[in-house]
């Protein structure tokens, strides 16, 4: 079996501490989850481009920013001008310019994602499914941390690795919503290659972010019985 990954969403994580938790998660995940959000496409804003610049100051490790905004194209411009090494559109404001960013990202090096609401079908994907490197799969409704989980959004979890593995395609599977240990059965049964971590996976089990570790990748043994080594 390839290796777990984990890529906390740093949205979550406690500001105040942003040097120390940064540099001590940069030996135990294999990237950063970073939101960008523009207050229209979600009713919130969260973090920018220039975030992603402070956390380079921090991290050797890769970025990947995940646009809920209206314009990508908008902000797909700025994030290649500062090399962030994914970037993962929603498939739902893609229409007519999918296969110009995917192709833009791509050009300069980088590496092109897209991401699905828990109620949009797989199928809408097919039509760019052999050009992206990432698919996220959303497990709650996006903009807010602290949702519900949605169960059934798993499935597509389960449907997108049967097509890889028939189609021989390259992308990679993430899973982005309450990944925590209520969860971590149900979503290890589906099977992504990649866990987004938040605050109630990670960030908020304790004050420390070595004990929050710990804490979190007990969780995950105890519930899944699979190995992070």
Known sequence: MDKIQFSPSLMTMNLDKFKEEISFLNSKVDSFHIDVMDGHYVK???LS???????????HLPLSAHLMVDKPDYWVDQLIDINCEWICMHIEVLNGIAFRLIDQIHEAGLKAGVVLNPETPIDVIYPVIDKVDKITIMTVDPGFAGQKFITNALQKIVDLKELRHMHDYHYLIEMDGSSNRQN?????????????VGRSGLF????SIET???LMTKDFQEMTGLSLQ
């Not at 971590?184 to 990649?194: M, Q, W, Y």
């Open 44 to 46: 919130n804003l969260s």
């Open 49 to 59: 481009p220039w975030f992603i610049q402070e956390v380079r100051k921090v991290s």
């Open 184 to 196: 971590f059965k149900k979503i290890a049964a589906a099977g992504p290659d990649i866990y987004i």
């Open 204 to 207: 908020g089990l304790s004050e």
């Open 212 to 214: 929050s570790w710990n």
